[in-house]
């Protein structure tokens, strides 16, 4: 008997998701990934000087600030021919390297830890035993028996008063594997980096002014440098920059990896689940030697199909015959029909929501459930992520990713197939954060270098002035984000923004099915993956986590007359 499992909303995420999940004899047969939630930021951007959008599409969302600020100047760059110093290249690198490395962490920890982490067994531990085990594969000088001791103190007064915002988990559930002594450290390291990535930010504070929603600058970045000028970045705050990276590079590689690898260790099994689907793109990232040059970039660019890691094919995202967003299943309209593909350049938001009143107990029987469109790479559905940036870079044969790869493979004594699973993805995202986190101590050392020399300009004002812009132009700014592959097409016209679209990772991700009921990797990932207590899903949980979901940071819903439901706004 099939029976509807409906998780909504999915928590420890970044926006509104609901999934409904058909469960069969306690596996998973189908799934529908449903965005509940509109963003409308591109209706904003419209009429505006492009060299603002950064500043709006920014705050679309509070996690993945820095990213669309990136983005968008990338896109007026492209499209008015700006290329940036050398210097303000690195300085953009660095506020790429820091959110991917905070990024990263904050999510295995805080976000996705406790699906495999029971809080409540951590109270079983012997805090000595815990302290041995971890000081066998870590040199963290916390990892004393006192120490544990104190976190498991902590731990049973919270179990005392309820367990506070603990209170609703799956504690006991059978899919939990790890000892005791595991969880007390997991806890433990959980609470250590909510510390830790209130420091890493302050990178973000030297170079943009603030964190969130850091500054940016069309044409370069928005600080200058001058080592003996106190209002510039001087000599005091490029050394902090330094000794954060250092606590950085000391808590990635001591914490988060090791306990990464401890907790894979147990669930090897999750290999086998959540696989999904079986091609993988990736714009690259880190530039090295101008955002044209992808051949620089320490991420390849390019697409996988099929898992043959034989063939990366090139990605244009230019081509209007390569991307496009499809809306048959997505609350959207389109002027030429809803079986039409639009590149974005041609995208329309024409928001037309017919689907249940809420609440409601389910979306079965709607053609229509999603505020997602849903985007497609030659008509294929692609997954986006460090699980494909490290698919592409693995098949484009870059050395540095394939040894680490291979060596963590080998630690774990899984093959390069095990990638392609919920554990996969998740393993993925720390060898995505040890790679971010090599590549900005480089940075910052070449950063340094230029600074000793005095190749100091971040900031190219050729072009700055609109009366020197063509009539029209267009461009898109491409981005690996930490959660994968975003881009902003931006059409400027008589010096205003005419259309603004943005595809982001989870719209890769999350979306629904297509007009060929593709589904996407989301719904993909969930299919054959047991669930062994309909009333507890922390299996769906587990893989939906394992792609970071992140849809936005408001909420405008209207009912089908057009009428203002709700708005909920965290800026």
């Not at 963003?39 to 603002?52: A, C, F, S």
């Not at 495999?116 to 963290?140: F, G, H, Q, T």
């Not at 350049?345 to 037309?352: L, P, S, V």
């Not at 692609?382 to 050395?399: C, K």
């Amino acid at each position: 008997m099939a029976t509807r499992v409906v998780v909504d909303p999915v928590t420890r995420i970044e926006g509104h998701l609901r999934v409904e999940a058909v469960v069969e004899n306690g596996v998973i047969t189908d799934a529908y990934s449903a965005g509940t939630m509109v963003r409308g930021i591109e209706k904003i951007l419209i009429g505006r000087d492009p060299r603002d959008a950064w500043a709006i599409v920014e705050r679309v969302c509070g996690v993945c600030t820095t990213v669309h600020a990136q983005a968008s100047v990338r896109a007026v760059e492209d499209a008015l021919g700006i290329s940036i110093p050398p210097t303000a290249e690195l300085i953009r690198n660095i506020m790429q390297a820091t959110q991917y490395v905070q990024d990263h962490v904050i999510h295995f920890y805080h976000l996705h830890a406790l699906d495999w982490v029971d809080i409540v067994n951590a109270l079983k531990a012997d805090p000595r035993k815990a302290a041995e085990l971890a000081a066998s594969y870590s040199k963290w000088d916390k990892n004393t028996a006192s120490y544990f001791t104190a976190v498991q103190d902590k731990i049973k007064a919270f179990a005392a008063s309820g367990l506070g915002i603990f209170a609703n988990g799956y504690w006991g559930h059978p899919a939990y594997k790890l000892p005791p002594e595991v969880n007390l450290i997991a806890v433990a390291h959980y609470l250590d980096a909510l510390e830790w990535q209130k420091q890493i930010i302050k990178i973000h504070a030297v170079f943009g002014g603030k964190n969130p929603h850091p500054n940016y600058l069309v044409g370069g970045v928005p600080c200058s440098i001058n080592i003996n000028e106190v209002n510039a970045i001087n000599s005091e705050r490029l050394n902090l920059v330094s000794q954060l990276i250092g606590q950085a590079d000391e808590f990635v590689n001591q914490v988060y990896i090791p306990d990464l690898l401890a907790v894979a260790s147990f669930y090897k099994d999750w290999a086998r689940y959540g696989g999904g689907l079986a091609n993988y793109l990736s714009y690259g990232e880190f530039p090295t030697k101008g955002y044209n040059h992808p051949e620089s970039f320490k991420y390849a660019r390019g697409a996988v199909l099929n898992r043959d890691l034989s063939t990366v094919y090139p990605v244009n995202p230019r081509d209007g015959q390569e991307i496009k967003e499809y809306i048959a299943h997505s609350w959207y309209t389109y002027a030429e029909g809803d079986n039409t593909g639009l590149h974005p350049w041609a995208g329309e938001t024409n928001i037309a929501y017919n689907g249940p009143q809420p609440p409601f107990e389910s979306l079965e029987g709607y053609s229509k459930y999603s505020f997602l469109k849903t985007p497609r790479w030659k008509d294929n559905a692609m997954e986006v992520g460090p699980l494909a940036r490290l698919v592409v870079a693995y098949a484009s044969g870059q050395s540095d990713v394939k040894e680490l790869v291979n060596a963590t493979l080998g630690k774990l004594g899984v093959p390069v197939g095990a990638l392609f699973s919920t554990l996969g993805r998740t393993a993925a995202r720390g060898l995505d954060c040890a790679l971010a986190m090599s590549w900005l101590k480089e940075f910052n050392g070449e950063l340094q270098e230029r600074v000793k020399i005095n190749e100091v300009s971040t900031f190219n004002a050729e072009k700055w002035d609109p009366k020197t812009w063509p009539a029209e132009a267009e461009g898109v700014g491409m981005i690996d984000a930490p959660r994968g592959a975003l881009a902003h097409w931006i059409k400027i016209r008589n010096g205003a923004i005419e259309n603004y679209q943005l595809v982001v990772p989870t719209t890769w991700n999350g979306s629904p099915r297509d007009a060929r009921q593709q589904r996407s990797a989301f719904e993909a990932s969930l299919i054959g993956t047991p669930v062994a207590n309909l009333e507890q899903p922390v299996e769906i949980i587990r893989t939906l986590h394992s792609f970071d979901p992140c849809i936005a940071c408001a909420v405008h819903l209207y009912d089908p007359q057009g009428r203002h439901l709700n708005q909920i706004s965290f800026e």
